[in-house]
């Protein structure tokens, strides 16, 4: 039975696996051409498309940021974390138009922030939401993707968490509001099912083998890997992108490693908030989904 591999542009590795054709044999499925799976009012619960595809025979491997796994289990579908990236921090934040009164994320109150709801975003936002004793109903969450930077300068939102390469453009006409350095660790990850991890080992193996293989290349050829990007991404850039997503790349850690005990208790964390804040029906304990073959599967392809 094929092997089949979610990608988009988001989890570089799988991007760049993909288009350097380093896993022979699998079937790739477009994420993007699969849309973004259930549009949901993002005041209410976080989308839960990623999980879902897992199980529905969408795919049986998949790389995100660190929501949609949390979102998967409190679903009720039966996980298994495989690797994670080490921290991403430089990769995003906060942001205001650089002429906003607001001096804190204590002002969000009332205010519309995009985002791209049921990402690393909303992560991101919580968390500082937390920090200053709000929660996701003080604020107007605008779930936006590709025109999200647009929305900002024109003043249609008033904040927004922004991501290179798609910051790199407005950077001068915008100012840092949080940092997401102190605030999480923002890693990229990779997930699969639970019965495809128990009785696939050894594809789990290569699939990762070839992962590692792919960041190895990215990080020894940025130029290269950035044209991969340009002009084939979801944001809908036309081309002429190259130097930012240079940019994004060169900032970026590379190799997959072990999931650790901060990454759990960090993941905890922040699904604890999800369900305090409605975003998700049920708690969940993360460990659950952490398997300590796997780390050493990891750790043998390091």
């Not at 001068?172 to 128990?198: K, M, N, P, Q, Y």
């Amino acid at each position: 039975m094929t092997t089949k591999v979610g990608f988009f542009p988001q989890n570089n590795t799988l991007w760049v696996a993909r288009h350097r054709d380093l896993l022979p044999g699998v079937e790739w499925v477009d994420l993007n051409a699969l849309g973004r799976g259930e549009r949901v009012d993002p005041t209410k619960a976080l989308p839960s498309a990623h999980g879902d595809h897992l199980f529905d025979g969408g795919y049986d491997f998949i790389g995100t940021g660190s929501t949609p796994p949390v979102t998967a289990q409190a679903k009720g579908h039966d996980i298994v974390y495989v690797a994670i990236s080490q921290p991403r921090v430089e990769n995003g934040r906060l942001v205001v138009r650089d002429d906003s009164p607001i001096g804190s994320a204590a002002e969000l109150k009332g205010k519309k922030v995009a985002l791209g709801h049921g990402s690393w975003q909303t992560t991101l936002l919580l968390l500082a939401l937390e920090r200053e004793g709000l929660g996701w109903g003080d604020i107007v969450p605008v779930d936006a993707y590709g025109n999200a930077a647009e929305l900002l300068v024109n003043g249609e939102v008033d904040a927004w968490v922004g991501s290179y390469p798609y910051l790199t453009p407005v950077e001068s006409r915008t100012r840092t509001l949080v940092e997401t350095d102190g605030l999480f660790s923002h890693r990229s990850l990779w997930f699969t099912r639970r019965d495809f991890a128990v009785e696939q080992p050894e594809e789990l193996a290569r699939i990762v083998t070839a992962l590692q293989r792919a960041d190895l290349w990215t990080e020894r050829h940025p130029r290269e890997a950035a044209a991969l990007f340009d002009g084939d991404d979801d944001g809908g850039n036309d081309g002429g992108n190259v130097d930012a997503w240079e940019h994004a790349l060169r900032t970026r850690p590379w190799g997959l490693h072990p999931v650790s005990e901060e990454f759990v208790a960090e993941q905890q964390h922040a699904a604890d908030l999800f369900h305090a804040n409605g975003l998700v029906q049920r708690r969940i304990t993360v460990a659950d989904a952490v398997l300590p073959e796997i780390g050493e599967l990891v750790a043998r392809t390091r």
